[in-house]
Nanobody, 123 residues
């Protein structure tokens, strides 16, 4: 069984910063890639930032230069440093992992999602 647990969301004023963390636990053999998605009310879930096991990163254009994704591979921890936050960044942020896990039947190749953490940027 694999679990992704996010933390670090909250309320912040425009221009402020937040740091999101995601801890992956369980019988994980290899993480191929991890990322952060977000979903605002009435909108589709979108990829915010992703990082591969090799360290390659990509960002949605709207957060480039403001957000930084990083990972601690040994500890299976993913972080998202969010600076210069804007009201349009308000959303539920979800951690995602594409990984290989050891299960009773052998190996499981699939992706997992965290439960989400609310980020609200408002005065």
């Amino acid at each position: 069984q694999v679990h992704l647990v996010e933390s670090g969301g909250g309320l912040v004023q425009p221009g402020g910063s937040l740091r999101l963390s995601c801890a992956a636990s369980g019988t994980i053999l290899k993480i191929n890639a991890m990322g952060w998605y977000r979903q605002a009310p009435g909108k589709q879930r979108e990829l915010v930032a992703a990082i591969t096991s090799g360290g390659s990163t990509n960002y949605v254009d709207s957060v480039k230069g403001r957000f930084t994704i990083s990972s601690e591979n040994v500890k299976n921890i993913l972080t998202l440093q969010m600076n210069s936050l804007k009201p349009e960044d308000t959303a539920v942020y979800y951690c995602h992992a594409d990984l290989i896990a050891s299960v009773a039947a052998g190996l499981e190749y699939r992706d997992y999602w965290g439960q989400g953490t609310q980020v609200t940027v408002s005065t």
